[in-house]
C-alpha cells in the first residue's frame, strides 16, 4: 500500500506562512534517527532532510501564505497547505497518513492520529520536511528585516519579536489576525 505521510509547521508564529509537506517512503528502506521534528536539533533536521527526499517515492511541500491566514483562518489555511501538499506529490496515495485530528478534504482514504509524527515514520519524515522548510524561509526573512530576529525565533511570539513589533511595527509578512499583531495594529 502506498501511504504518505502529512504534517505542517508554523501555525503559532505571528509571521510567515504555515508550511505542510507531504512524504511517501520507501518501504525498504530505515533512515536512521527519524523522529518528531520538535524532539531534533535543527543540524540534525538538515541532515535528515536530504536523506528523506533521497530515500522518498514522492514528497512535496505546500504553503499558505499569511494573507490567507488572515481570510480564512489558521486552520483552514493549515488544512489547504496540506491539500497542496498531497496535490504535488507524483505519486497517488491510497492511504494519507495526518498528524493530529484534523485532515484536509481528498479523494483519497484519510487518517488522523494524534500525536502521529511521533509514531509514523511518513508523517515524522513530513514533519522534518514541513520545519526545515519553514525555518529557511524564515532565516531568509531574516536577510530582509533583520531587525526583527526572525532567524532566532521563526516568527513565534517571543519576548524579542514582540519588542521588535512594537518599535519597528507591523510588517507584510505578519498575521493580522493574530492577537499580538491585531493589538499593535488596532494601537498604531
Not at 496535490?87 to 492511504?95: A, S
Not at 520536511?129 to 528585516?145: H, T
Request: charged share 25%; hydrophobic share 40%.
Amino acid at each position: 500500500m502506498i501511504v504518505a505521510g502529512v504534517d505542517e509547521a508554523g501555525r503559532g508564529p505571528l509571521a510567515g506562512p504555515v508550511v505542510a509537506a507531504a512524504v511517501i517512503l520507501r518501504k525498504d528502506e530505515d533512515i536512521e534517527g527519524l523522529n518528531d521534528s520538535k524532539k531534533i536539533s535543527s543540524e540534525k533536521r538538515a541532515m535528515l532532510v536530504s536523506k528523506i527526499k533521497d530515500h522518498s517515492i514522492s514528497w512535496a511541500i505546500g504553503l499558505s501564505n499569511n494573507t490567507e491566514i488572515d481570510s480564512i483562518n489558521i486552520l483552514q489555511a493549515t488544512m489547504l497547505a496540506m491539500q497542496r501538499a498531497i496535490d504535488g506529490l507524483t505519486q497517488i496515495p491510497e492511504l494519507i497518513l495526518v498528524d493530529g485530528n484534523q485532515a484536509p478534504n481528498s479523494d483519497v482514504k484519510v487518517k488522523t492520529i494524534i500525536k502521529g509524527d511521533q509514531k509514523e515514520r511518513c508523517i515524522m519524515a513530513a514533519s522534518i520536511i514541513a520545519k526545515v522548510y519553514r525555518d529557511n524561509y524564515m532565516i531568509q526573512l531574516d536577510e530582509l528585516y533583520p531587525d526583527y530576529g526572525f532567524k532566532l525565533h521563526k516568527g513565534y511570539p517571543t519576548k524579542l519579536h514582540l519588542e521588535a513589533l512594537k518599535s519597528y511595527g507591523i510588517m507584510n509578512e505578519h498575521r493580522l489576525s493574530f492577537k499580538p499583531v491585531k493589538e499593535i495594529n488596532e494601537s498604531s
